[in-house]
């Protein structure tokens, strides 16, 4: 038989049981969590649908957002993506906290196929080895003579296209041209190779040209194409292309390093005094022989190397096409420096581009310097926060939130640079008696700042430098149409959509330089 008795008394016990469980939890959640304050977050700047709708105008978007908010969000499901462009966040995330702020495994994914473990792909301890060993490779003089020698050649093959298109009187797509002289240089002083680029008779080099071009372009497709892990594992489309692009890349890559290792292994092989300047060999030279880790570091000095010093080139020459009372400053500060006159050759400018020249032109480095500000080579860099944080802003960042410094809008920003911030004017980098006066890297951020501000600055400015030297010493450039608008293409990197097309002139009418 069943007490009832036994059974309202069971019921009442459980009941009370219960109830003391609901208020011990209501209490606990009532409870202050900790003595901490409450966290904040940056105010959500604009949703993503904005953001697609304005994609052809994206930097300018973003600055727009940045005037309102120095720091703001966007929200996702699974993250929040932050921007800024308030230097003290930069700095603690570039600096400060620097571990907190890494490529992370959401980058390595997307680049690792092209540039291996390669530096721009790798964090920690990877990272460092070859940072440090990079870091030497660049600072030495013979890199930096060499590099130099290598820049002036390209100018002057640069001189000769232009000169001839100009006595045919074409227009010329200058960006292209850029692209080209940038590769060719790169590749020679890091592999010690030329390639040829500029006038593609070496048809191994132009093939190996395109397809990492293509490499190149897929892989930060990635970036925007949610289905690229799919794509790859099917090996279809952008994915199938980019693995075949891949592979061409690779063959022209081993095949080098395997000639220079075998070079270096022969006692017979007497290397010729210039040899063994470049990066390569360098580095094989410090017993770093597995051809593996060898590919990836060389790659990814050509990539870094490559785009962002032809796009900023390529904005350079717009912006003196736009301020032609610019560019006949800069070719006046030039032939002064070299102290060339009409009668001279084109070589006798080259040949005066030197460590003293270089270090003359002032306003040159300001000019290149003012390019960057207003359009930096890359516009946009993302950081992955490691662990939940609090910024000197005050806000808090969560662990696998995207954060990102904005170097475009920060160069457009009137707090950071005065009311003319959107005007071309080099004069706002130089000091009374006209020396150029560097900003810091946490409001200048082309170049980045902390321990991994780009490697290549000044390897970038010197090219850029003898570039330009050797083409305006000799040249002077126009816009094929004035009324063309000149734009940006939303990208990594930011080149000027459809390329940029002028007209050259000799800089004299009896200019033997030009003619030379
Ligand atoms: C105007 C030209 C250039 C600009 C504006 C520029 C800008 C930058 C920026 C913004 C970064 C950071 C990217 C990141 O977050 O990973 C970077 C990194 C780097 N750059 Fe440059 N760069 C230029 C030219 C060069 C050149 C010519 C080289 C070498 C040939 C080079 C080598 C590197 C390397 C190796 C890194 C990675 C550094 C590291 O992660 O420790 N760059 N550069």
């Known amino acids: ?41 940056h105010p959500i700047g604009s949703s993503y649908l904005s953001q697609i709708l304005n994609f052809y105008r994206l930097h300018d978007f973003m600055t727009d957002l940045s005037r309102k908010h120095k720091t703001y969000r966007l929200s996702t499901l699974f993250r929040s993506e932050i921007f800024t462009t308030d230097p003290a966040v930069v700095e603690y995330m570039l600096k400060t906290n620097f571990p907190n702020y890494v490529k992370g495994l959401y980058q390595y994914n997307i680049l690792t196929d092209l540039l291996g473990d390669g530096i721009f792909a790798v964090d920690g ?12 490779e660049f600072s030495t003089k013979i890199l930096r003579d060499f590099s130099s020698v290598v820049f002036k050649t390209t100018a002057v093959k640069l ?72 794509k790859r594992f ?13 592979k061409v890349v690779d063959e022209f890559v081993y095949k080098l390093i395997k000639g220079k290792i075998e070079q270096l292994n022969n006692p017979h092989v007497d290397l010729q005094p210039g040899k063994k300047e470049d990066i390569l060999s360098r580095f094989l030279e410090l017993k770093e022989t597995d051809p593996k880790y060898l590919r990836d570091i060389v790659l990814n000095f050509v990539i870094a190397g490559k785009d962002t010093t032809a796009t900023t080139v390529s904005w350079f020459f717009y912006l003196l096409c736009k301020h032609p009372d610019i560019q006949e400053k800069i070719a006046k500060e030039i032939i002064e420096a070299t102290q060339v006159s009409s ?9 005066r581009v030197n460590e003293e020249t270089l270090d003359k032109v002032h306003y040159l480095h300001a000019a290149l310097s003012e390019t ?28 696998g939130d995207m954060m990102a410094y904005v170097p475009y809008a920060m160069g457009r920003m009137k707090d950071l640079w005065g009311n003319d911030a959107e005007e071309f004017r080099p004069e706002r980098w130089l000091s009374e008696k006209g020396h150029f006066q560097p900003k810091s890297s946490f409001i200048f951020t082309a170049f980045q ?8 600055k000044d390897f970038a400015y010197r090219q850029m430098k003898i570039f330009s030297m050797i083409l305006l010493g000799s040249c002077k450039f126009k816009l094929n149409d004035e009324s063309k608008p000149v734009k940006y293409r939303t990208a990594l990197t930011l080149h000027i959509e459809g390329g940029l097309h002028l007209r050259v002139f000799p800089r004299s009418s009896h200019d033997t330089i030009f003619n030379a």
Request: proline residues 4%; glycine residues 4%.
């Open 234 to 246: 099917l090996n279809i489309g952008s994915e199938a292309e980019l693995r075949k692009n891949i």
């Open 372 to 399: 960057l500000r207003l359009y930096p080579a890359v516009p946009v860099d993302a950081k992955v926060c490691f662990s939940n944080d609090t910024l000197p802003d005050g806000y808090s960042v969560k662990k």
């Open 449 to 456: 700042g902390g321990p991994r501000i780009c490697l290549g």
């Open 1 to 41: 038989m069943i007490d009832l008795n036994e059974i309202s008394c069971c019921f009442i016990t459980i009941t009370a049981a219960a109830l003391a469980l609901i208020s011990a939890i209501f209490i606990l959640f009532r409870l202050p969590k900790s003595p901490q304050k409450a966290k904040k977050y």
């Open 343 to 351: 009668n001279s050759s084109i070589e006798e400018l080259a040949a």
């Open 159 to 230: 001189v000769r296209i232009v000169s001839e298109a100009s006595a045919s009187n074409r227009p010329l797509d200058m960006q292209d041209l850029f692209m080209k002289a940038t590769l060719d240089s790169v590749f020679k002083v890091i592999l010690g190779i030329d390639l040829d680029g500029l006038s593609r008779t070496y048809e191994e080099g132009a093939r190996f040209t395109d397809a990492f071009d293509k490499a190149n372009a897929i892989t930060s497709f990635r970036y925007a194409d949610f289905f690229w892990k799919i």
């Open 125 to 136: 301890d990877k990272w460092k080895h070859q940072r440090k060993l990079s870091s030497y």
